[in-house]
């Protein structure tokens, strides 16, 4: 699920459901852990004797795909881009995907062809995520409209949430972040000015946008066998995760910038507009890697889980008592650099570039 | 869920799942009984021990706010509508509500009231229903859109599918048909042209678009007792509702139309834009009530369980093996009147009115 900070105060007054009770729904056996007041990457039911039902939506086609109106994604991209960042919160929260629902409006242009191809994307996603897309809504509109919902199940009890976080729990990513906004920076500016990268680095860069993939590996082997205290994607960029998750577990956290896992193509872009590459890999990005919080207890048990799984945890800081995040740069705490994501009408490459820029003179 | 007729080939072979073998996911018990490739109300996890999981996204944001944009409609109006309009899907399954999930996007105009509007018509739709919004997505996008999800729970086994009616099953409804239709023809048309209908009149049929309600009373009736073979609500209107439901069936249908129960609004709004009551009242229009087929040998027990619970069945037609969908007009078998609601862009006050006067000059 996706947010904007200001407007989460005014959703959790609204829509609270005094947790403190919970909600019987006259259903036995179904209580609700999660809602729309804990603002984590999906609601989740605990059903007894079964599981916990996780449930999560998300709108995706906004101002973000400047990669599609430029033509370096295809229609088939934005299915399979759809199907995925709503998987992806279900992985966040540790549960296997049950399914996909999806919302697809479409102009009055768009053809059969073009339809099926937004289809097929969509397909070929859950394909590849063992799942498959059970249902949804479709019709036309004045413009195309990409919508969806995902539903998992977590082993009973093993939901995994933001907020369960504690103090000097590690806090790890399982994978390269910046990489998707790093390819919005490259292709609206670096290379529409006319200054090219190598034909892998740009695959490199598409590939973040045209074939993410939720990491249902990771979550499973680390739900099931309870190692995680606290998940979230990375989906708004690391450094806004880290503030998220490092606030909804009432922690603080400190990331040693050095360790923060990522490609050598963003050196690349990040020298091109002349910024700094961790600023950059931190800043706005939508990487679908998962930010973990693992009990230092827990650690090596959690490392060889994810060894015999075929992937790494790479440790970036830990969650600490007091509150705020820090970077450790060169030994010393910072302030954390990077620019968040905002919902906001417009360019996001250049609310990046500009930001990093500005804090680099000192204006922020 | 809404769908456009010629495009959900496209959708059944693309999103088909092999509902022979049926889904397994690796999870022991759950089973997927109606998918993408069903084209039901709802996608239908069957969950052993547990119940029937019913999941349905709807968008509701199209060209059909006419009455938003002429301002007969309020936000929170349009927030009630996109909460009832999804949970219309889980009652026609035979289900409880779970939850409900909203997506909310909003161009930079709209501001903190505005949105806050919203939430409280979802809010306060979801409490008229004993159900609660528990997550979503919010964010800014070009213009508002307004999207949902909800989930909801059947006794197990006792889902109830559109495509399980028999050949002389009864059709009934469940109350008044067409308001909504007449009602955008109304304030568009006729009152926009200068006629004008009794305060009271006008009520009437703001309120269908105001406060729709889903009809959970009815089904947690017939589903709980079995008593009902197949089910679908009228948001597409009843004509298209009919014929939907008998071809899901593999049977056809024959409809009483004097049988169809109307509100005398409708007459009023038919008389001032010249077509038959009856004709405008099974055309496009969102109507929430619920078409049912009841198995001959059900129907006292239906009839008396309706009765206990506060609601009433109206008998409309039957189901029969013959295919298509005759109307019985004075006694006689007709051409089923009426027009369908169509996803295109456009006015659909316009496309019913003179949709209806083709047909009765004969140029259909």
Known sequence: MSDEIERLEIVRRVFSTSPAEGISFDLPGVSLIADASSADDAAVYRIEGIGDLVATSDYVRGPKFALFERGYLTLHDLGYYLAVANLSDVAAMGAAPLGLLTVIRYPEEMNDHGFEEVLQGIADACRKHGTVCVGGDIGGAERLILSGTALGIAPLGRAILRSSGQPDDLLCVTGPVGTA???????????????????????????????????????????HLGLATACQDISDGLRATVEQLSTASNCGAEVTLEKVPIDPVIAKVALAVGVDPYALAVSASVDFELLLAVAPTNWTEAVAAAAMAGFRLHVIGRLRKESGVVAIIDGAPQPMPGVRWRHQPGDVASTVVEGLKSSLRGDA
Do not use: S
């Open 181 to 223: 906004g790093a390819a919005v920076i490259y292709f609206t500016r670096v290379k529409a000015d006319g200054q090219r990268l190598a034909d892998q680095d740009e695959k490199t860069l598409l590939d973040a946008w045209r074939r993410p993939r939720a990491r249902f590996d990771v979550t499973r082997t680390l739900a």
